[in-house]
């Protein structure tokens, strides 16, 4: 008759199946002297003119330049600022200036999402395999609105 397990093996078995624990296991695998990281691209689903995504290695006064234009034509009368990681801080930088400078002339609202990631790990010899790691990233969406003159009328 076999014997029972003892507590910590079947607490160790339990762990194994905690799907966020498999995921710190995975990045604990990643080893730099093995392995190379390489990010994939994100993947930009929906790219229409009024569609600004904001990164920390565009130049800040260029993207201003872009919003504004974009506002100040008649076609267009919103835009939407896609932020992912880091650079929402510089998204949410970027939007409170633009309704700033506009003087109460435009409106914002936003929305906050995850989204996943793939890395891959490249093996830096023969001896390991290739593998991925999978993480998940916080986006923030900010739509940038001209407020309507009907608007304006009924709150005078």
Do not use: W
């Not at 929402?88 to 200036?97: D, F, P, S």
């Amino acid at each position: 008759m076999d014997a029972p397990e003892t507590s910590s093996a079947a607490t160790s078995k339990s762990h194994q199946n905690h799907p966020q624990q498999q995921l710190n296991r995975q990045r604990r695998e990643f080893n730099p002297k093995t392995h190379s990281l390489n990010k994939r691209p994100i993947s930009k689903p929906i790219h229409r003119k009024c569609d600004i995504y904001v990164s920390n290695k565009s130049n800040f006064q260029a993207q201003m330049k872009q919003c504004q234009e974009l506002l100040e034509t008649e076609a267009i009368g919103e835009i939407y600022l896609h932020c992912l990681g880091n650079a929402i801080k510089r998204g949410i930088t970027l939007a409170l200036k633009l309704v700033q400078e506009s003087e109460n002339r435009l409106g914002y609202e936003a929305n906050t999402s995850t989204i996943d990631l793939i890395d891959d790990l490249h093996p830096l010899n023969d001896e390991e395999d290739f593998s991925i790691q999978k993480r998940k990233n916080s986006c923030l969406h900010i739509r940038i609105f001209r407020h309507s003159n009907n608007l304006k009328k009924a709150q005078a």
